[in-house]
């Protein structure tokens, strides 16, 4: 199993971007999926999560200006983000706990990380 996140770049303040995170391979069913955020020297951070019924948890910083959808079929959660400020920018990293066809066990896994940069 591979989650593939992209969507990350380079945006100016109150500009707006959308991330995108695919699971693939032996998926056969997915409950949470999520974004987290890492700067250099701090430790990883919650933004927001979602559940299978679609329940959905933010990080107070960004509620209002990000919003988390996933699509079901395509095994894809997404990040909305809206109004961007400078203090958004780090390495954006997807999540998603994953059982396998081969197995009963639910585990989670993470992508490789996408850079968002907000200049000021």
């Known amino acids: 199993v591979q989650l593939q996140a992209s969507g990350g770049g380079l945006v100016e303040a109150g500009g707006s971007l959308r991330l995108s995170c695919a699971a693939s391979?032996?998926?056969?069913?997915?409950?949470?999926m999520g974004w987290y955020r890492q700067v250099p020297g701090k430790e990883r951070e919650l933004v927001a999560t979602i559940t299978s019924d679609d329940t959905t948890n933010y990080a107070a910083s960004v509620k209002g200006r990000f919003t988390i959808t996933r699509d079901n079929a395509k095994n894809t959660v997404y990040l909305q983000m809206n109004s961007l400020k400078p203090e958004d920018t780090s390495v954006y990293y997807c999540?998603?706990?994953?059982?396998?066809?081969?197995?009963?066990?639910?585990?989670?896994?993470w992508g490789q990380g996408t850079l968002v940069t907000v200049s000021s």
């Open positions: 999540n998603a706990d994953i059982t396998t066809m081969f197995s009963v066990v639910t585990t989670k896994y």
């Open positions: 391979g032996s998926v056969f069913s997915i409950s949470s």
